[in-house]
């Protein structure tokens, strides 16, 4: 059967896949829902720094990461590893969400699963190239939880990433199809757990979707670069809204000497919402913000090396334009509100 699929042409086959994913990842969520289970595995309950007010269940995890681990073992093999990893992260996760685990722990089972990647598939650079990319795809498994607070935001981020994942895996000098197919299948699923996500939020992501999902993102733009697929920043470009954000609040966290790994709201995402924009329109303008982005890289593979770095010099400049009018709008608010 599988053999006759991948004889249709390379738009069918991620049709395909993608409307699998969707409905795999919905009807699971769905059940978890009616049968009320979802309210037993794990459930969010607000507090001071939440953005929501009703105690909702945190399951997204549990349709993501049963379709993304085992469409990559049915249709990437070669990405094994990333599929292990990921199911490992998942219930070290699932844990936290149900019962909570200590920090030391949880960045244990980071540094495990993103060191045995890149050991067990080193790309042919010297180690210390190596050493910052597995220390960033820490970063980036981290800061994927911290951006999960907005209805619709994580979610979209995942759908939109691993779509454009897909299209540089296909749309390369050098294709990597496999790749193509397991990023399809998680922007699928993303897209089934967004049908509960999308504002008003009936299920949230959870530790063990965010932390998965961040791992298959830096897991799988290491892949494609490993591969010759694109270059190194065009992983950094598809997800630069989430770096960006979660790397600029970490500074000025760390700058004010606060405890970074605390709960806050203080993330540009958190700022829009909090100053009236909206789960919705701040998720929508993120998605308008992503998809740019991927059609920037994506237009960038395989030209000179001066017009890719003009697109990267391009794309930093209209995010440092969009977090200043962030900021500007938020300090108007506060402005309002000490005036009232």
Not at 155 to 177: I, K, N, V
Request: proline share 5%.
């Amino acid at each position: 059967m599988l053999t006759q699929v991948w004889t249709l042409p390379p738009l069918m086959i991620v049709t395909l896949i993608a409307l699998g994913a969707v409905c795999a990842c919905a009807a699971i969520l769905w059940g978890l829902l009616k049968t009320g289970l979802a309210w037993r595995l794990a459930t969010d309950m607000p507090n001071d720094r939440s953005l929501h007010v009703t105690p909702t269940p945190r399951v997204g995890g549990w349709g993501i990461v049963p379709v993304a681990v085992v469409a990559t073992l049915l249709l990437a093999p070669s990405l094994w590893c990333a599929a292990a990893a990921t199911t490992l992260l998942a219930a070290v996760s699932q844990i936290d969400d149900r019962r909570g685990l200590p920090a030391r722990v949880r960045f244990a089972a980071h540094l495990v699963a993103v060191v045995g990647f890149v050991a067990l598939f080193p790309a042919a650079a010297p180690w210390w190239v190596l050493a910052v990319l597995a220390f960033l795809m820490i970063w980036l498994v981290n800061l994927y939880n911290f951006m999960d607070g907005a209805d619709g935001l994580a979610g979209g981020m995942a759908l939109f990433g691993f779509a454009g994942y897909a299209a540089g895996a296909l749309l390369s000098d050098h294709p990597l199809p496999e790749l193509a197919w397991s990023a399809t299948a998680i922007s699928g699923a993303a897209l089934g757990f967004l049908l509960f996500n999308f504002h008003p939020a009936r299920i949230f992501l959870g530790d063990a979707g965010s932390i998965s999902l961040g791992f298959l993102a830096g897991a799988l733009g290491y892949w494609g670069w490993r591969g010759g697929v694109w270059p190194i920043w065009f992983p950094i470009i598809l997800f630069a809204p989430f770096i960006a954000d979660a790397s600029i609040t970490l500074a000025r966290r760390l700058l004010r000497g606060e405890r970074f790994w605390q709960a806050h709201r203080e993330h540009y995402y958190q700022r829009m919402v909090r100053s009236g924009i909206g789960h919705a329109k701040t998720a929508l303008t993120w998605y308008v913000l992503m998809v740019a982005g991927i059609m920037l890289a994506i237009c960038a593979l395989g030209r000179s090396v001066i017009f890719q770095s003009c697109v990267l010099a391009v794309w930093i400049a209209v995010l440092c334009a969009a977090g200043a009018l962030v900021d500007l709008r938020w300090r108007r608010f506060q402005s309002t509100l000490s005036d009232n």
